[in-house]
């Protein structure tokens, strides 16, 4: 029995919950987010709770259940608050600007590389060695900042590259005479 499933989403003030044709619609303040419901699993909304429940006890519908409500609980989260990924460059001469909706990074490469982010991501740039990457899909949010951090991933015996901001690198021991 999911644990996670059985518990209720609270819904805050100006968010609207609609489920229809097998979707789960989620429209906040910050954005409208949508999502399929997987077969097996029903979702009812009463007064300022959502509630997750199974349909039938098959695996597929147990192994739905706490996923299904989790990411649920993850829309409402997103389009009320948003999700935030904070990318950090070191190394000597590795920056980022913005120019319009686009990032370029130097990352010691002969040629800068350019990203523009997927319909529904924003970027910030606090300063030039940090990347904020902004968006209410959880999910979207954590693929483009991994596609980010592959440019250039850290190195283990300078440390240099794209790192998340608390991520531990792990260093390695130079060659020794």
């Known amino acids: 029995m999911s644990r996670v499933g059985c518990s209720p989403i ?7 919950v609609e489920i229809k044709e ?6 906040g303040p910050k954005g409208k987010s949508v999502r399929s419901i ?37 829309m409402v989260i997103g389009v009320t608050q948003g999700f935030t990924k904070v990318l950090g460059i070191s ?13 370029t990074i130097q990352l010691g490469y002969s040629h ?16 030039p060695t940090h990347i904020k990457v902004l968006g209410i899909d959880k999910e979207l949010v954590g693929r483009v900042a991994e596609k980010i951090r592959s440019f250039r991933p850290p ?9 998340y901001e608390g991520e531990h690198i792990r260093r390695k021991a130079g060659k020794t005479a």
């Open 155 to 163: 190195d283990p015996y300078k440390a240099k590259g794209i790192k």
């Open 91 to 103: 190394g000597v001469g590795y920056r980022a600007a913005l120019s319009g909706d686009k990032i």
């Open 22 to 27: 097998g979707e789960v619609v989620v429209e």
């Open 38 to 74: 997987p077969s097996g699993i029903n979702i009812e909304v009463a007064g300022d709770k959502i509630f997750v429940t199974k349909s039938e006890e098959t695996r597929s519908s147990r192994a739905f259940h706490g996923l299904t409500r989790s990411l649920i609980n993850n």
């Open 112 to 127: 800068p590389v350019t990203f523009e982010p997927p319909e529904g991501i924003q970027f910030e740039l606090p300063d």
């Open 10 to 16: 609270q819904v805050p003030e100006g968010v609207k």
